[in-house]
């Protein structure tokens, strides 16, 4: 019941407010309404032009309801449930704004939600002057209009200025001064400018009422006219001066077919502007114009389609400037102004005491012409052409230097421009770009240099001489064609033999694809090289076409150039790479930590010190010690950490070994031949086949230090000597080792090889029936040579001798044959002091020490003790295998190693240990007494 | 192993200080005698596994799960430098004794000696020697010692230019010079703390009784090295004598594991971590402020 009442009530205030409306607005409109209107034509409107219905108050009242009312079927609009966990927080407290209308909430409501200037900041007076700069500035502003924080915030008192102006009887809208008789005439409108609309009141500061009155008294005295204060606003943008850009004004609400002016005048039109404004801004401001469209509600729509043209833009500079020839430029208006401003100069008002009028006006600053400038001065700078010293222009090049202006060059003070970088960086005193060749001209050797100098030298007569023929033939116009042949072929031929004379085809082979015409290019190459100059002619297929021959001629040309050019800045522009791709070696630390299992035996005995450590040279880096304060322990060294040497790359070839029994007298003779293949080619790169000759040789180490340390007393071998502090430990270290270990390590060796199935599978030689069944080592060996030769036949292509004796080698049973091994040892350890070290990792220390005397000497004894041996590791095998086990177990303990550095480690170790030892047999002796009870 | 959290750290200075951090991926500033906050230091991505500071307390150092290396500025808390490029996990950090490079050992294998002079994103040097993860890097005037994973201490001396390698075989959990500078205590995960001597890497006394078999523990030479003092997983702190060798005490801390302990650098006086906490211990006649929580 409450609730259908307040309806009620509602309805009711509705229906008063509206028809009050009604009313109120034909009241405006200012016609007396004749009759009442009849109640049909009563419409009642929201405040946005919606009709509402009204129904009668006991039929339903205001309808509430589904269509046009609050909003839901109970009349009112519930508040809106908000269930999400974040809005939990902020409760609805309803103000009295919820209770309230909405009219009533409207700007000057009963609570006004919008912000509105109250009185006390209200400003007081109605200063138009300061309104004009106003709608000045907003006229100009970025955003047309844009001074509303202006309107907002006026200063709420007036300045004392205005105070006391005001307490002397002045008014606003007066000027200031003395009063004058006479009113000062009005401005007349600019008739240039529409009105539109309602246009703001006039400008002046006269009652509009008074204008037509002639009637003026005598007696009165006016007020001076108010004077617009100039708008000093300081430059700020890039513009020339005076400059103003389109004024937003006129391009959103320009009038048609006027001519944009960019530079509009001086001062004068700035008054102007300032008359003008109110009446440009007839119109509301809002976005409109052509790409807008008229709005319904707007009146003007005559020129929706008006067509941008050009023809409203300058597009010449203007000239109707009076006088002065000064095309293009805003003249200053000093001309124009100082006249007036002379008489301007004249005061009228009193002067203060003490001061009085200047009798003669300051003497205007003189102001200077600019210079004239020559009569031909172009005011283009053109660039002499440039042009490379060559035998051929060195005329042209004097002509051309000669003229301007500058000496002739001594080849001692060359340009700066002649330089290249290099010479630039020799003068600099630059070190040179280390590494990469600058020319090609730098791999010759000094006689095919000055073989090559002496060519040149005949080329170049035999050019100069051509030219003097071809310039004779040409002067006499007897050839119309413009370059003969001989000449083409000879500007070429300088060319090359300028640049680059001996080309290296081996590795530029342009025509690869035809090998025909590429060994007729080299052929070419060669004559060029002995400085021929039909080169070109006699090389080319006497077969072919004039046509073809033409083509191939120019082909060749252009390759001979372009390789010439292009290789030598390139090769200076590259580097090599630090560890090339396809080399076959690393770098890897020369030390290692050895492995673990004997110091683990010695760990487990607590026997630290000696056998636990290994102590390797290490740098550390300079700043580093710097900032340890350390002096540097090693000031020569450029190295950082441990020493690295340069090994081979792990392959399965590296591991594998190789039994001096592999030498038969087939392989003998081909290995000497290899030898003087060898020696005649030392400068080649090394191949896998060398590597495999090395194992050989290292086996054979391994298989004499076994054999010395399975008899112990005699097989003592002589202290290698020693090389270096480093080497001296190394050799402790693995002394160490050998001390402590016994026969187990041979297991261990053998343990990290991978077994022989792998092998046969990967080489699948058949022919070893008796390796295959008794597991002996040798065999196993003498397999995985072959192995690896057929492996190398298939990759090297290059050592074809080498190749075939092995071949030769793998097709027959190798019967033992000791004594030619030596020669290939000889030279292997030669060429491994050219090469360095080339073993896997940790058999290099000892490897090193290795020379050739005691080799020799250990090799005969492992002859003569080979068969025991063998016995010996039958006798083993199956301790071997049982062990291998133990052994494995042991090493899951340990943490896990990067695979290839463990299976380095393992397989060197087999060798390592077995290095030159320096121990007593006794000591040896009682090792090994003491391991049977270890293993129990 | 893992440390679970909390690896306090005594100034070397005056004691005054101690350092904790932890798996909140903040490092803390406390006052170990009253058991005061002084600063929390955040800006690690992942738990703080190490942290150390410089010898006039002006700066830290911190490594942790996110592979940096941080140093910090104690004052302002902070970051001054950050220190990218190790692989793995830092475990350990260290300054040297100037404070003008950090080494971080980490799971990565790698010592890295990083600037803290100069603006250079790279460490000055790495070490790459270890073939499994640094456990723990301590560093004197002129030498490095670090323990790794793979059952080895290295000690680089700068002076001489060479680096000793010793076997130890059990992965090793935590190094310490001894205060002469004539010993090295090594913890490893066989439960022995092992004297070695440092020239010649012979062994001088082995300490057991304790259990280390899983984490990451802690060890340390009492004041005066009198002691050797270790962590273990039984809740307990041990104490051996050094020279003899015996267990001398085995504190009960609390039922978890021991993670981590420090001496006070002059004063009798102990650290220790477990779960979350932090407990001081002094000798009885001390007058107790509390063992803050």
Redesign the interface.
């Known amino acids: 019941m409450g609730l259908a009442w307040s309806r009620w009530k509602k309805m009711r205030k509705l229906r008063h407010r509206e028809v009050k409306m009604t009313r109120i607005a034909e009241l405006v409109k200012g016609e007396r309404p004749k009759k009442p209107i009849p109640l049909q034509d009563q419409t009642v409107r929201d405040e946005k032009g919606r009709y509402k219905r009204f129904h009668g108050a006991f039929s339903g009242g205001f309808s509430a309801g589904y269509f046009n009312t609050v909003g839901s079927k109970e009349g009112w609009t519930p508040s809106s449930f908000v269930s999400s966990r974040q809005n939990r927080a902020d409760k609805s407290v309803l103000g009295p704004e919820d209770f309230m209308d909405e009219e009533d909430l409207s700007e000057f409501g009963i609570a006004p939600k919008s912000i509105v200037t109250t009185d006390d900041f209200a400003s007081k007076t109605k200063d138009r002057i300061r309104e004009k700069a106003r709608q000045l500035a907003a006229a100009t502003a970025p955003i047309p209009g844009a001074t509303l924080l202006d309107d907002l915030i006026t200063p709420a008192k007036l300045s004392v200025g205005f105070e006391l102006l005001r307490k002397m009887g002045w008014k606003e809208g007066q000027g200031i001064g003395p009063r004058v008789k006479r009113r000062p005439r009005r401005q007349k409108p600019d008739p240039g400018v529409k009105i539109y609309g309602c246009a703001l009141p006039p400008g002046g500061s006269e009652g509009s009422e008074d204008e037509d009155d002639d009637y003026l008294p005598e007696n009165v005295t006016f007020a001076p006219k108010d004077v617009t204060p100039v708008d000093f606003t300081p430059k700020d943008n890039v513009h020339g001066l005076a400059y103003k850009g389109l004024d937003p004004h006129q391009a959103l609400f320009g009038t048609s077919g006027e001519h944009f002016n960019l530079f509009s005048g001086g001062p004068e039109e700035t008054g102007d502007l300032l008359g003008d404004i109110g009446v440009n801004k007839g119109r509301k401001l809002g976005i409109s114009g052509q790409a807008f469209g008229v709005g319904a509600l707007e009146e003007e729509d005559d020129d929706i389609y008006a067509t941008e043209t050009l023809s409203k833009y300058d597009t010449v500079l203007k000239d109707e400037e009076p006088g002065d020839g000064l095309y293009g430029w805003t003249a200053p208006r000093q001309y124009k102004s100082q006249k007036e401003s002379e008489k301007d100069l004249c005061y009228v008002g009193k002067i203060l005491d003490g001061f009085s009028l200047a009798s003669k006006p300051l003497s205007s600053k003189k102001i200077y012409p600019p210079p004239e400038l020559p009569r031909d001065y172009r005011p283009v700078h053109y660039f002499r052409p440039v042009v490379a010293a060559t035998s051929e222009n060195s005329h042209l090049l004097q002509v051309l230097s000669e003229s301007a202006g500058k000496p002739t060059n001594d080849p001692g003070t060359r340009s700066r421009h002649q330089l290249n970088a290099c010479k630039r960086g020799e003068l600099l005193g630059e070190t040179p770009i280390q590494g990469a060749p600058t020319s090609v001209l730098e791999f010759l050797s000094q006689k095919d240099k000055e073989r090559l100098k002496e060519v040149k030298q005949a080329t170049d007569l035999k050019a100069a001489q051509l030219r003097a023929r071809s310039l004779a033939q040409s002067a006499s116009g007897s050839r119309p064609q413009p370059l003969s042949p001989d000449v083409g072929h000879c500007s070429w031929h300088m060319a090359l033999s300028g640049g680059m004379a001996s080309t290296r085809t081996s590795n530029f082979k342009p025509f690869a694809k035809d090998p025909e015409k590429q060994k007729r290019y080299e052929e070419f190459l060669a004559n060029m090289k002995r400085g021929q100059k039909d080169a070109l002619e006699r090389c080319l297929d006497p077969g072919m076409t004039e046509w073809e021959r033409g083509r191939e001629r120019d082909e060749f040309a252009r390759a001979a150039l372009l390789y010439a050019s292009s290789h030598s800045t390139l090769s200076s522009r590259f580097t090599h790479a630090q560890e090339e791709d396809d080399s076959e070696q690393v770098e890897v630390?020369r030390d290692q930590?050895n492995d673990?299992s004997d110091?683990?035996s010695?760990?487990k005995m607590?026997?630290?010190?000696?056998l636990?450590?290994?102590?390797?040279?290490?740098?550390?880096?300079k700043?580093?010690?710097k900032?340890?304060?350390?002096?540097?322990?090693?000031p020569d060294s450029t190295l950082?950490?441990?020493p690295r040497v340069k090994r081979d790359k792990y392959s399965v070839f590296s591991f594998l070994t190789i039994p001096e029994t592999a030498s038969s007298p087939v392989t003998q003779a081909s290995s000497e031949k290899v030898a003087q293949h060898r020696a005649s080619d030392k400068s080649r790169k090394p191949s896998r086949w060398d590597t495999s000759k090395e194992e050989k040789k290292e086996d054979s180490i391994s298989e004499f230090l076994s054999l010395a340390r399975s008899k112990v007393g005699p097989a003592k071998p002589e202290p290698s000597p020693l090389v270096n502090k480093e080497e001296a430990r190394a050799t402790e270290s693995v002394s160490n080792k050998v001390v402590n270990k016994d026969v187990d390590s041979q297991t261990e060796g053998e343990g990290s090889r991978p077994s022989m199935d792998l092998f046969k599978a990967i080489f699948a030689s058949s022919s070893d029936e008796k390796s295959s069944s008794s597991e002996d080592e040798q065999g196993d060996s003498e397999d995985d040579q072959e192995g690896t030769r057929e492996a190398d036949f298939k990759s090297s292509q290059e050592t074809d001798l080498v190749e075939a004796s092995s071949v030769a080698q793998a097709s027959e049973p190798a019967p033992q044959e000791p004594a030619p091994f030596f020669p290939i040892q000889k030279m292997q350890i030669d060429e491994r002091e050219a090469f360095g070290p080339r073993l896997p990792p940790v058999f290099c220390p000892n490897a090193r020490q290795k020379l050739e005397a005691p080799l020799k000497e250990k090799h005969k004894k492992n002859k003569e003790k080979h068969k025991t041996k063998k016995e010996h590791r039958r006798k083993k095998e199956k301790k071997k295998k049982h062990r291998k086990h133990k052994h494995k177990g042991k090493q899951k303990n340990?943490?896990?190693?990067?695979s290839s550095?463990s299976e380095s480690t393992d397989s060197s170790d087999s060798q390592s240990e077995e290095g030159p030892t320096d121990l007593s047999p006794q000591e040896l002796l009682r090792r090994l007494k003491r391991l049977p009870l270890r293993r129990q | 192993g893992r440390r679970p959290s909390n690896p306090p750290w005594y100034s070397p200075v005056d004691g005054n200080y101690c350092l904790t951090c932890g798996s909140d991926k903040t490092l803390k500033l406390w006052n170990p005698l009253r058991g005061t906050l002084l600063r929390t230091y955040s800006g690690h991505g992942y738990e703080v596994l190490d942290a150390a500071g410089s010898f006039d307390n002006s700066s830290l150092c911190s490594g942790g799960g996110d592979k940096a290396v941080v140093l910090w500025d104690v004052a302002s808390g902070q970051v001054v430098r950050k220190f990218r490029g190790h692989a793995g996990k830092v475990n350990t950090v260290q300054f040297n004794e100037e404070a003008t490079v950090i080494l971080s050992g980490s799971i990565d294998s790698t010592i890295r000696c990083w600037d803290c002079r100069s603006r250079k994103p790279e460490p000055v040097q790495t070490l790459d020697e270890a073939r499994d993860g640094i456990s723990s890097v301590k560093v004197s005037d002129h030498e490095v010692l670090a323990g790794s994973v793979d059952g080895r201490v290295r000690r680089y001396d700068l002076r001489m230019g060479q680096l000793f390698s010793d076997y130890v075989g059990s992965p090793i959990t935590c190094i310490c010079f001894s205060r002469d500078g004539q010993c090295t205590l090594v913890s490893s995960l066989d439960s022995t703390l092992r004297l070695l001597d440092k020239d010649t890497g012979e062994l001088l006394g082995e300490y057991t009784g304790h259990k280390n078999k899983e984490y990451k523990l802690d060890c340390c030479l009492s004041e005066r090295d009198t002691h050797v003092v270790s962590c273990s997983e039984d809740g307990k702190v041990f104490f051996w004598d050094l020279v003899e060798g015996a267990l001398a005490l085995a504190l009960p801390v609390g039922p978890g594991v021991v993670q981590s302990l420090t001496y006070h650098p002059t004063e009798p006086c102990l650290l220790t971590a477990m779960g979350g906490s932090i407990q001081c211990w002094r000798e009885e006649t001390y007058e107790a402020e509390g063992a803050p929580g």
């Open positions: 630390p930590e673990v110091k683990q010695a760990v607590k026997m630290f010190g000696k636990t450590r290994d102590t390797f040279e290490w740098h550390p880096d700043l580093l010690c900032r340890f304060n350390v002096p540097d322990p090693y950082v950490g441990l340990k943490k896990s190693e990067k550095s």
